[in-house]
């Protein structure tokens, strides 16, 4: 540590900076992992196997997994839409595709209903099925990958990939060795915030998806009916097994983003 | 020829940067396209290189009609301003990338890399990456890059520019030591005349989209075909209508040579080895440069009587839209 020197202003930084994140983050979410632990072992692996639970969990980290990879697919190609080509229109769609974010998330619910819901003017009536869910996940999810990418992809040099063309690589070719290998941690980051923001839905899709057990509950509405018949602990082992599942996501996209970085 | 460009245009909306260009360039030579910038040189390489499509007119390389391939399969090198290198790419993944990208054997990339590392002299910086290497470093690796897919010709756009004087120096020695060795037809565009003059076998002046000459460093500097190629490739100065080098003015003390301009010494300026003199003739101020012995031998100060005139043989141009006095001569060609 000797060799570690910190100014007294960059300690200062370095001081208020974690007492933010420890009161922010920290505190709570050891307050979580003590609560799931409160009921010992037993409890908490109980409460984590219950048919219902499980469930719920395969539900919502499976979708949430299934809408990432989408996202990272359409996520690409809309920010390279937006950057690389020139469309009347743009500009709207530029400022649209926020839309999903800013939108409270039960407005968002409301809108999927009224156009998916029993009486869809498209015909199209997804209620109570995991379509739903998949469609709120996606819906919400789609500005991540979108607004990670764009700026990245609008910095690269064009020269590089000239200079790749000139020494005979095709298209696909450059994409996959020089651009890919650039926007992979744009990528992974939009990625880790899209899975993020999967796993933790609830408003968007209450209204469509029914809440059947089993079927197309999600664990935050798990988590809220635990909390709501006074079972504080089995609401805190499934956030656990969440927290769990999350970071080691986020680690997984690093690995992959440092992977297909340095590949090329 | 190498190179064949015949009646190229281009234009970028309402701006001509090319028109109607048609230039030859000779195999195994190293060729200059010199010009100020935004005068079109670039555009006319990345046009050659397929990076940019004339909108009419056709390249021909190597015998072949280019006009409408891709860059991709012209078989030229290029090599950016600004590196253009692969930066997740350590030097030898970089230098080696066209040869993967032809899938080559894996021993024989290894060879052919080593040997292009000896000849740029990175060997010791191979598992580097480009963000580890100076300005001058990155330039050679970008060069080693290009030459590794053995090209028909090698493309190089303002390849200095971005470097400091002193390693920019170096850099172009080398790039003719280089062209010597490989012999690979090179064309390289820059604005810096004194690079062209020093390095190139033959210039291309390029403005405002066309042509002006062709020729060798010698004959540009010795017969430019008009003003502008005698104003682009050194200092000028006006005497009567014609366009001189200082350096071709001669002096002599008082007036009474009859087939001179007599004038006032108006200001002298020593700079290193050489003087700068100022002579107003009256209607205009002609500038003479000297060495010191010259100026020594001449013997005059500010305010003196001088007769001003051109060095027989030096080459002049006449300012357009004038007409050539008389009493003033021509000097022969």
Known sequence: ?264 | MSIEVTGVSKRFGDFVALQDVSVSIPSGQLTALLGPSGGGKSTLLRIIAGLEYADAGTVGIEGLDATALPARKRGVGFVFQHYAAFKHLTVRRNIAFGLEIRKRPKDEIRRRVDELLALVHLEQFAERLPAQLSGGQRQRMALARALAVEPKVLLLDEPFGALDAKVRKELREWLRRLHDEVHVTTVFVTHDQEEALEVADEIVVVNEGRVEQIGTPDQLYDEPANDFVMRFLGPVTQLGDLLVRPHDVALSPGADDPDAVAGRVARVVRVGFEVRVEVSTGEQVVLATLTRTEFLRLGVGVGATVSVRVVPGAPVVAVPGSVVRSGLEVPAR
Do not use: H, K
């Open chain 1, 1 to 264: 540590m000797s060799s570690v020197r910190l100014t007294r202003g960059s300690g200062l930084g370095l001081g208020v900076a974690l007492l933010w994140f420890s009161l922010l983050v920290l505190i709570p979410l050891a307050a979580v992992v003590a609560t799931a632990a409160a009921g010992g072992w037993d409890g908490f692996w109980q409460a984590v196997t219950n048919e219902q639970t499980a469930a719920a969990i395969r539900l919502t980290v499976g979708t949430a997994l299934l809408v990432t990879v989408v996202n990272v697919v359409m996520g690409t190609l809309i920010a390279w839409v937006l950057v690389r080509d020139r469309f009347p229109g743009q500009r709207a769609l530029e400022v649209l595709i926020d839309v999903p974010f800013a939108l409270p998330t039960i407005v968002a619910g409301l809108v999927l209903l009224s156009l998916y819901g029993p009486d869809s003017p498209l015909g199209l009536d997804v209620a109570n099925t995991r379509a739903a869910v998949f469609l709120a996940f996606l819906f919400v999810t789609l500005p991540f990958v979108v607004r990670t990418v764009q700026p990245v992809l609008a910095e690269l040099d064009r020269e590089v990939e000239e200079a790749a063309a000139s020494l005979g690589a095709s298209r696909l070719a450059t994409f996959r060795r020089i651009i890919l290998p650039a926007l992979a941690p744009a990528i992974a980051a939009g990625a880790a915030l899209s899975f993020a923001r999967g796993v933790s839905e609830y408003g968007s899709l209450v209204l469509l998806s029914g809440n059947l057990p089993l079927r197309t509950e999600v664990t935050s509405v798990r988590i809220l009916s635990s909390i709501e018949n006074d079972n504080l602990g089995n609401a805190a082992a499934v956030a656990t097994v969440l927290l769990a599942i999350s970071f080691a996501v986020i680690v997984a996209l690093d690995v992959i983003q440092r992977r297909v970085g340095r590949r090329g």
